[in-house]
């Protein structure tokens, strides 16, 4: 039977979502939880999972759409269940070849004469025997109702795996691509890229039996016969264009990130995941393995391959450009936050010397135990955590006419990507120690830099840190993210000259490591006695750091 892949729902608040990028096409084969296609909302971007395996029968929603959650973005034909000629359905055919009718009886007859008839009648015989596994627009969380296609990563016609990424969504809370739920040949893409479809909203078919899938569409034809002709120049300019495709299909973004960083041929890499996808750790593997950069096979295919297309031109001046998902999102949220909350800010300066030199000396033997960069991010983040606890009060949130609260510490750390800002969250940091903060935040900043949070990893934050200082800020007034009381904005960190006191009273200047940071905090329940009692033991804890950092 047909399964439905739908747009799904990342989030409690969540309603909709962007589809960026298909990673599969009709016709392609898919297996179950291989990533199908990539969306986009306000709070994450991440891949999503096929519910199925089969062929990615149609695409319903295309990239750059938003959709609410469960609304059907794309269906796949489950494996095995179509007829060799099912895969035929191709994603142009007329919306009467929906219903089934007599007709559909003759579908193999008109396959072998008019390849135009055979368009409609194969369509017609997939539903009739429920032989297309129909992809839909899935739910990226709880309050999720709809999604974006951004991005289709396969075409009609193509040949998909259960779980290979198909297609790319985005919604209000998340981006992400959208595995395959079944492995076959993608005949139908029902919604384009761009739009934007409800969750459970078929977006796509996929047809079982993918071994005839190349034959079906009527534009096969030229491409077949081209196909026997000799060839007029080298061909590994097609295979390298034919690897790096599947290597697209079967690696995440991250995964390919760190390939690009370190100049790694995905080929090169044994895949651990499910249909022999290439996990982060694989890649991991790989580099701490040895493995040398793949730069000498690449001189090989310029030699026969044609320019390559140009990357989409930035915007001129002058010209109006559409926001995002997450763009439109984040700037609804911003201006609500500013409405909802009287917004007051203070800013310390903190001497960071003490920090500093501990990190100078102890950084390279900090990795090499650990496996992990010491960065300040963890030692600030500790010193929130400590204030915290102390004032309760900084980590509550308005409900209503109460003051929640709230039980553990959840911090949120905003992570500045290409295509927007998301804040993922350390649940019950309080419990966590310092090099257990160290991972967590490498950890969550990498995912999200992949789009692999989950939705809950974007929700319940408590008290966020975002960390500005990185482009030469001094400092800022960042603005609180609902329904949180506060946000520590941090600022950056230089080297100034300081009027230093001994034990004597005598004062002398010296050059002294200084930060500044910023408490943006919710005056309908912090008054500024709380925020200043609250920087003044946050400043205290950082410049007499005496916590073990493992």
């Known amino acids: 039977m047909p399964t439905d892949v739908v747009m799904p729902q990342m989030g409690e608040s969540i309603t909709e979502g962007t589809i960026t990028k298909w990673l599969k096409k009709p016709g392609d084969s898919i297996q179950r939880d291989e990533p199908l296609f990539e969306i986009s909302t306000d709070k994450v971007d991440a891949e999503i999972p096929s519910p199925a395996a089969g062929t990615l029968k149609e695409i319903k ?8 959650i469960n609304t059907i973005v794309a269906v796949i034909d489950a494996e095995g269940a179509a007829s060799g000629s099912a895969p035929a359905a191709p994603a142009k055919a007329e919306p009467a070849a929906d219903t089934v009718t007599p007709a559909a009886k003759d579908a193999p007859a008109a396959i072998q004469g008019n390849p135009a008839e055979a368009d409609s009648a194969a369509a017609g015989t997939i539903i009739e025997q429920g032989g297309g596994t129909e992809v839909l627009m899935p739910q990226m969380g709880e309050s999720i109702t709809e999604g974006t296609i951004t991005k289709w990563l396969k075409k009609v016609g193509d040949t998909v795996q259960r779980d290979e990424p198909i297609f790319e969504i ?8 959208i595995p395959s739920p079944a492995a076959g040949t993608l005949t139908e893409i029902k919604v384009e890229e761009g739009k934007t479809v409800t969750i459970n909203t078929v977006v796509a078919v996929i047809g079982g039996g993918a071994g005839k899938a190349a034959a079906a569409p009527a534009k096969a034809a030229p491409a077949a016969a081209a196909a026997q002709a ?3 120049t080298p061909a590994p300019a097609a295979t390298a264009a034919s690897a790096s495709a599947g290597e697209r299909g079967r690696s995440s973004p991250l995964v390919r990130k760190i390939a690009q960083e370190n100049n790694v041929d995905l080929s090169q890499v044994a895949g651990t995941g499910s249909s022999g996808r290439i996990t982060k750790e694989d890649i991991l593997g790989h580099l701490e393995g040895g493995a040398k950069p793949a730069a000498a096979a690449a001189p090989a ?3 026969a391959s044609k320019p390559a297309a140009p990357a989409a031109s930035a915007p001129q001046p002058g010209e109006l450009v559409p926001m995002t998902k997450m763009r439109s999102i984040i700037a609804q949220r911003m201006v609500e936050s500013k409405r909802t909350s009287p917004h007051v800010h203070t800013v310390f300066k903190v001497d960071m010397t003490r920090i ?3 990190r100078e000396k102890e950084k390279s033997k900090y990795e090499q135990r650990n496996s992990v960069k010491l960065t300040y991010m963890p030692f600030i983040t500790r010193a929130a955590i400590y204030a915290l606890r102390k004032h309760p009060i900084v980590n509550g949130a308005v409900e209503g006419d109460a003051i929640r609260y709230n039980k553990n510490i959840n911090i949120g750390i ?8 998301i804040v993922p969250v350390i649940k019950q940091a309080e419990e966590k120690n310092f090099l257990g903060i160290a991972r967590a935040i490498v950890d969550i900043a990498d995912r999200a830099r992949g789009k692999k949070l989950a939705p809950d990893e974007i929700s319940g934050g408590t008290f966020t840190l975002t960390n500005s200082g990185i482009f030469g800020e001094q400092f800022g007034t960042p603005i609180i993210n609902q329904p949180q009381a506060a946000i520590l904005g941090i600022g950056g960190l230089n080297k100034e000259p300081e009027v230093i006191t001994d034990k004597e009273g005598n004062d002398f200047i010296a050059i002294r490591s200084i930060q500044r940071f910023t408490l943006g905090f919710d005056h309908r329940i912090v008054d500024g006695a709380d925020a200043g009692k609250f920087m003044s033991d946050f400043k205290a804890y950082l410049e ?6 493992g």
């Not at 929603?61 to 609410?68: A, S």
């Not at 905003?414 to 800002?421: F, H, K, R």
């Not at 007499?544 to 950092?549: G, L, P, R, T």
């Open 61 to 68: 929603i295309g990239e750059g759409t938003t959709v609410q």
């Open 170 to 177: 985005s919604t209000d809370k998340v981006d992400a691509e």
């Open 230 to 232: 000799p060839a007029a």
């Open 301 to 303: 295919a310029p030699a």
């Open 356 to 358: 500093v030199k501990l």
């Open 414 to 421: 905003a992570v500045a990507l290409d295509w927007g800002l």
């Open 544 to 549: 007499n750091w005496s916590e073990d950092i």
